[in-house]
Nanobody, 122 residues
Framework: QVHLVESGGGLVQAGGSLRLSCAAS????????MGWFRQAPGKEREFIAG????????HYTNALKGRFTISRNNAENTMYLQMNSLKPEDTAVYYC???????????????WGQGTQVTVSS
């Protein structure tokens, strides 16, 4: 069982930056691939980025690559999402997820966090 807790969301002006964190706990949490998703009001949850357990292989949805960067610190069992040049359309609830497989973490992860709200004002 892996428990995930997101933090770092909030209100930011367009053009600004935020860094989200996802703290993982539980047995062997550091060997899980992890990922970020978001869900805007009235829209389906969408995949943003995933990273393998070693932190040396990451993949992104093309639309966000370049503005968003995923990383992790296994010593602290924490994953991050650095978000730059934020736009009002980035407003959403952001979720972290975990799975033993890097491919599966982008589609059907085994574990989810509760989410953190990000609001970008124009």
């Amino acid at each position: 069982q892996v428990h995930l807790v997101e933090s770092g969301g909030g209100l930011v002006q367009a053009g600004g930056s935020l860094r989200l964190s996802c703290a993982a706990s539980g047995r062997s949490a550091s060997v899980y691939a992890m990922g970020w998703f978001r869900q805007a009001p009235g829209k389906e949850r969408e995949f943003i980025a995933g990273i393998n357990w070693r932190g040396d292989n990451a993949h992104y949805t093309n639309a966000l690559k370049g503005r968003f960067t995923i990383s992790r610190n296994n010593a602290e069992n924490t994953m991050y999402l650095q978000m730059n040049s934020l736009k009002p359309e980035d407003t959403a609830v952001y979720y972290c997820a975990a799975d033993k497989d890097l491919i599966a973490v982008a589609t059907t992860p085994d574990y989810w966090g509760q989410g953190t709200q990000v609001t970008v004002s124009s």
